[in-house]
């Protein structure tokens, strides 16, 4: 038996899936009765909530616990099997189980945990990667700047063709699809393309100024110069 903690978008995914695949499944509410939980728990409530969730629930008849943070350990289950697995994709709504096919999770805990972890994903027909404890927060991090940042990029591309009374940015939305496209399939430092790649001081000086006019922070600028040269000189 399954039991799911928190009917929000990750949890009602998870019980959907779970369900379609014959798994004796439960979905629990914030409100619901918990004092007979008994199987393998994943609680996919909001951080904060996760371990007040598990003071209520920890004296029940429990194989295995787990919870879906992103920046969590799961070393305060204790000497129960316990684990974390995350979803590298962005849940805007409840997905379509078929949408979890190939996503990769994060996952983390103690050995046993950890054994959990993977047939839950090998369930959903999914991948993993696995993150050593006390380590979460980097890799959260690095899901964010990859997924999240790039709004900030967006933004700030959007604000540079507001200037210029331009009113859409769908081509340049296009062209960071290729550059990534680019990335996946060749390696950062082959699909590198643009004034860093062909050493073009005048063109990077010329914007660094522009950059510097518009947002004010200079050092914002030098500092991704800096490392797309890292990336040419691949380092």
């Known amino acids: 038996m399954i039991n799911i903690i928190g009917p929000g978008r990750v949890g009602k995914t998870l019980f959907n899936c779970f369900k379609k695949k014959n798994i004796s499944i439960k979905l629990f509410s914030k409100d619901d009765d918990k004092s ?17 969730v598990w003071a209520e629930i920890k004296n029940c008849n429990i194989e295995a616990v787990g919870h879906c943070s992103g920046i969590l350990d799961s070393n305060f289950f204790g000497d129960i099997p316990h684990f974390s697995m995350h979803p590298n994709f962005p849940f805007s709504s409840p997905l379509k189980c078929d949408a979890l096919k190939n996503i990769v999770w994060g996952i983390e805990g103690n050995s046993k945990g950890i054994e959990y972890a993977k047939n839950l994903i090998d369930i959903l027909d999914g991948k993993y990667v696995i993150i050593p404890q006390n ?25 540079l063709y507001n200037e210029i009374e331009i009113d859409t940015i769908n081509h340049l ?63």
């Open 36 to 52: 007979n939980i008994s199987g393998i728990v994943i609680i996919t409530t909001q951080d904060e909530k996760i371990k007040n």
């Open 135 to 159: 380590k979460k927060v980097l890799y959260h991090l690095a899901a964010v700047i990859a997924s999240n940042f790039s709004y900030g990029l967006i933004k700030m591309s959007k604000v």
């Open 173 to 235: 939305i296009d062209l960071s699809i290729i550059s990534l496209n680019n990335i996946k399939e060749k390696g950062l430092k082959d699909a590198l393309t643009g004034p860093v790649s062909r050493n073009d001081t005048y063109t990077i000086n010329k914007e660094r100024e522009e950059f510097n006019k518009i947002f004010g922070n200079v050092e914002v600028y030098d500092f991704f110069i800096d490392l797309l040269y890292k990336i040419k000189e691949d380092e």
